[in-house]
């Protein structure tokens, strides 16, 4: 006989917090046909019902029938289908798993620099207290300098006759 399902082997929370909120009913969905057929499985016995063959060897006539069929159903094993599937499965996790470390490993290093970059802004003063002396030596490829660089408002590239190619694309003046 196949062994008995006890408890479902998939951790449906943890599997939960993974599904997109698009995709939520759909899951849901699949989690109840899930539970449905395991309550199926479960409400039938484990092992055939058990037949009290000597009660038919006195009620049935023809000689031979009732042996005939206790041999029969003594011998009928429901096949249990084989596990075909498993190996491949694995043999795609082995390939895809240097990959998966791959590109976890760069969203860490990605991580890493965004924290990096995210201390750096919140190290800055406030925007409210920053004076234009400020923003000049913290930024001086970005502030104005009307001293060394004078130019005219709105103090674009486009507005001082040079061309925006010719600029830097650290953003606007």
Known sequence: MAKRFTK???????LEKRVPPEQKTNFFAFKGKVDSYL??????PPEPPKINWDEYQKSVPIPGLVDKFK?????FKVPFPQDTLTSKVEEQWKELEPQIKAF???LQKEIE????ELQRIK??????????????ELYPDQAL????????WPHTPEEQGVSPEKTSTKGGH
């Open 39 to 44: 309550r199926r499985v479960l409400a039938n």
């Open 71 to 75: 041999k029969e159903y003594e011998a």
């Open 104 to 106: 976890c490993a760069n």
């Open 145 to 152: 300098d009307p001293v060394n660089k004078p130019t005219f």
């Open 113 to 116: 620099a965004s924290q990096k």
């Open 123 to 136: 190290s800055l003063p406030k925007f409210e207290e920053m004076t234009m002396e400020m923003f000049y």
């Open 8 to 14: 479902p082997a998939i951790n449906w929370v943890e």
